[in-house]
């Protein structure tokens, strides 16, 4: 199992994805459960809004994982855990199909208001809020907390959905690389905006949001310089990622499983010249996607992007 996904447990499977909950969600449910016991009546309802909560968030998540399936990328696992939840997609590298597939998670939300507003209406218009108060003050919960995950999730914060869209945009005009540095040099404000926030509030899940977003913006920054490095490499000519159709770079920047030596398969036919062991795949340092060696030759090299250029995914 995945670093990720370890202390989790798997829920179900539902259209080739995985679900899974992670342990931590249940002492987080409960004490959240608790702490709104006099909302309502029973605790049966504050039981189910906590539920329909995370109902919305897992829908979000499908929203992305299905639209990034829809451009040829891969996604199987969706993890929900007390920040929300994480689907682990992977896009084919193009700003437009990484795009759709952030873009489609908070579209779900957006295509839900509808249902919960005209529900809301309907409320009010026969009297429940007096008749029967506890469904009223339901289905106006879930409706707020609908608009809420809409706008908190498009603020322009690295790795918030906001925050990799934009920096989507920016893939446009700056390249990959580029767009990522600038996406997480903005996040590395919000960060600092939330932490202020916690503080004066007096919020620990604010908090623990801007810890994990301080982490993702760091390993973003990071992301960000490599990508930036490998965009300044000489590209070998006559081969193709068969999955993204980039040339490879030329270097020792591929690791022997055999031996952990470093090595260029284009140059050494995917012999590694330290163990001579063959590597069956070779994965692109675009991508990440793996093929066979044989592969890589069938098609002409692409030319790669230009030196000047270089994520929320969980979601």
């Known amino acids: 199992m995945p670093e990720k996904l370890k202390g989790s447990i798997h829920l179900a499977r539902v259209a080739g994805i995985d679900l899974y909950l992670h342990w931590t969600w249940f002492a987080v449910a409960l004490f959240e459960i608790q702490s709104r016991r006099g909302l309502y009546s029973s605790i049966v309802w504050n039981i189910l809004e906590y539920l329909a909560l995370f109902l919305i968030v897992l829908m979000h998540e499908f929203g992305h994982a299905l639209a990034c399936r829809q451009v ?11 920040l929300g939840g994480v689907a682990y997609v992977n896009p084919p590298q193009r700003p437009g199909a990484t795009l759709w597939s952030l873009a489609a998670g908070p579209l779900v939300n957006v295509a839900l208001l509808p249902v919960f507003w005209a529900a809301l209406n309907f409320a009010s218009l026969h009297g429940w809020a007096y008749t029967s108060p506890d469904l009223y003050h339901f289905i106006r919960a879930v409706y707020l907390i609908d608009i809420m995950l809409l706008v908190f999730n498009l ?35 919000g960060v600092a905006a939330f932490l202020a926030l916690a503080v004066y ?4 899940w604010y908090g623990a949001m801007a810890v994990f977003m301080l982490m993702s913006c760091w390993g973003g920054l990071a992301n ?17 990622c068969p999955s993204c159709r980039e040339a490879p770079p030329i270097g020792p920047i591929w690791v022997c499983k055999q031996c952990s030596n470093r090595f260029d398969p284009f140059e050494t036919g995917a ?34 992007e230009p030196a000047v250029e270089s994520l929320p995914g969980t979601r």
């Open 72 to 82: 040829g990328g891969i996604s199987n696992r969706i993890m929900l855990w007390p």
């Open 155 to 189: 603020l322009p914060v690295y790795p918030l959905d906001g925050g990799q869209i934009l920096r989507s945009l920016l893939w446009f005009l700056v390249g990959r690389g580029r767009s990522l540095m600038l996406a997480t040099i903005i996040g590395f404000v």
């Open 201 to 204: 509030v007096h919020s620990v």
């Open 224 to 240: 960000a310089r490599a990508i930036l490095r490998l965009a300044r490499l000489p590209r070998h000519p006559g081969f193709a």
């Open 271 to 304: 012999t590694c010249p330290s163990c001579s062991a063959r590597s069956e795949m070779t994965q692109c340092p675009e991508c990440g996607q793996s093929a066979p060696f044989a592969h890589w030759s069938a098609s002409p090299a692409v030319r790669p």
